[in-house]
């Protein structure tokens, strides 16, 4: 059976919902981040590891990407022909499963039942669907583009420095740009 795509026919994605499981390595360390901060004692060990947490976290979602690897299952209610996967970069497909609307499911075989070109996966029918897969840069730190990293540890600094400040205003912004400096060429701009 050879896959049939329908170029001309725009359905919209319908309905995406994502879970992801959790990379099994930190992109920065509670370590990493104490020392870009120059802290050298222990008692707010458990701040800055909450503020790495926080600052990966913000990072990923400007981006919209996975750093390190992990495993993202994306659901559709209904999906056109060409679905843009929501996290990237994609490292490798699990599954790819329709889901009819009585809720029966069939999974889809790679070159038959759907292609993934560009992190954008072209599927023979739409449906609801559900896809499995491994998306990051790697599965270490060091796979994780340096810009990515340094904002990580500058937004940990900006609010360890600041955790007792007033905050105003235009210093956020001036650190959101700042931040978007190092970053936006890794932004995934893919219509999901």
């Given at each position: ?7 001309t ?76 996967l ?103 701009y893919?219509?999901?």
């Amino acid at each position: 059976m050879s896959l049939s795509i329908k170029p001309t026919t725009q359905i919209p994605n319908k309905g995406l919902r994502a879970s992801f499981t959790l990379p099994a390595t930190p992109v920065v360390t509670t370590a990493d981040a104490k020392i870009y901060a120059r802290v050298d004692f222990s008692e707010d060990d458990d701040l800055i590891e909450a503020l790495v947490e926080s600052a990966t976290h913000w990072v990923q979602k400007k981006l919209n990407r996975c750093l390190i690897n992990q495993t993202v299952v994306a659901e559709w209610d209904s999906v056109g022909y060409e679905v843009p996967l929501p996290y990237v970069p994609v490292s490798s497909i699990t599954e790819v499963v329709v889901v009819n609307d009585e809720g029966s499911e069939t999974e889809l075989t790679l070159n038959s039942g759907y292609y993934l070109r560009n992190e954008m996966l072209k599927v023979s029918t739409a449906l609801g669907l559900k896809v499995t897969y491994v998306s990051g840069y790697g599965t270490a730190s060091t796979d994780v583009p340096k810009p990515i990293v340094t904002a990580i540890k500058r937004l940990v600094l900006a609010l360890y420095d600041r955790r007792d400040d007033e905050v105003q205003e235009t210093n956020i912004e001036q650190l959101e740009l700042n931040l978007m400096a190092l970053i936006s060429p890794y932004i995934n701009y893919n219509q999901y």
